[in-house]
């Protein structure tokens, strides 16, 4: 269960790294730090396991490649899980036809909550596929690749807690410094989001600012106090937008009219 986590902590790194090679996405500096600590990460858990972890990058580029694809196919969530398993179809009912010619079958023979049980691992796989799916083609690969660190948390909860695998000191510090990665994502990411609210409040104020200086009929350049601008502004402003006011400025530009928001 460790190993597995530790695969679906590479596999944001994989996804980050495929969203930068291939879809030419950008990161910031923060990012670029958080990054590197996970492959500093990676590179002190590979240590401590004392050989390359295969199945964990298995696990990391297959999935890496899964969401890969999936952003290039843009199909929702639904759609691309329905045209999934279409394709797996056949292929599973001939292994199904196969378990049972050999007695290995369970799902009819074990009793109605075994048969329920097998049922809602379908329901539990398909969910979480669905909602990949839909943020696949609306997020970028490599936010996507961030918000995948959530899981491999759950599944190391569940090794040491439940399954009570082994923890050696090696492996503590390979993963403290994918969680220090995890948390640089994390400041990184609520901070681009407040400075983005700011600037859209900003953006907000300037272009009504400019479509009562336009409907005011006032120059720029003119350098005319603002008054009968405010007023303007003030009417056209939504409920709790602060009122306009100050003086257009020389050599201010204004929008073109079709360029002004309706």
């Not at 007023?231 to 939504?238: F, K, M, T, V």
Request: net charge negative; hydrophobic share 55%; proline share 6%.
């Amino acid at each position: 269960m460790v190993e597995a986590a530790l695969g679906y902590f590479i596999n944001p790194l994989v996804s980050i790294a495929f969203g930068v090679l291939l879809l030419h996405e950008r990161l910031r500096p923060a990012q670029w730090a958080a990054v590197g600590v996970g492959v500093v990460a990676v590179a002190v858990l590979t240590v401590g396991y004392g050989k390359l972890p295969w199945i964990a990058l298995t696990l990391a580029f297959s999935f890496g490649t899964y969401g890969l694809v999936k952003k290039h196919i843009g199909l929702d969530g639904l759609e691309s899980l329905a045209a999934e398993t279409g394709m797996q179809f056949l292929p599973a009912l001939g292994f199904l036809i196969f378990l049972g010619a050999r007695g290995d079958s369970t799902f009819a023979t074990d009793g109605v909550g075994h048969a329920l049980l097998l049922v809602g691992c379908g329901f539990i796989t398909a969910a979480p596929l669905i909602c990949f799916g839909g943020a696949a083609v609306r997020l970028p690969l490599s936010a996507i690749g961030m918000l995948q660190y959530i899981a491999p948390t759950f599944q190391f909860v569940l090794g040491l807690v439940v399954f009570h695998e082994e923890m050696p000191i090696e492996r503590w510090a390979g993963f403290a410094l994918v969680w220090l990665a995890l948390a640089l994502l994390t400041w990184e990411a609520l901070r681009t989001a407040h400075r983005s609210r700011s600037e859209l409040r900003a953006a907000a104020a300037r272009a009504g600012e400019a479509v009562a200086v336009a409907q005011a009929g006032v120059e720029p350049g003119s350098g005319v106090p603002t008054r009968a601008v405010a007023a303007a502004a003030a009417e056209l402003a939504e409920p709790g937008q602060a009122p306009v006011t100050g003086t257009v400025e020389a050599g201010g530009d204004l929008p073109a009219p079709d360029e002004l928001p309706r």
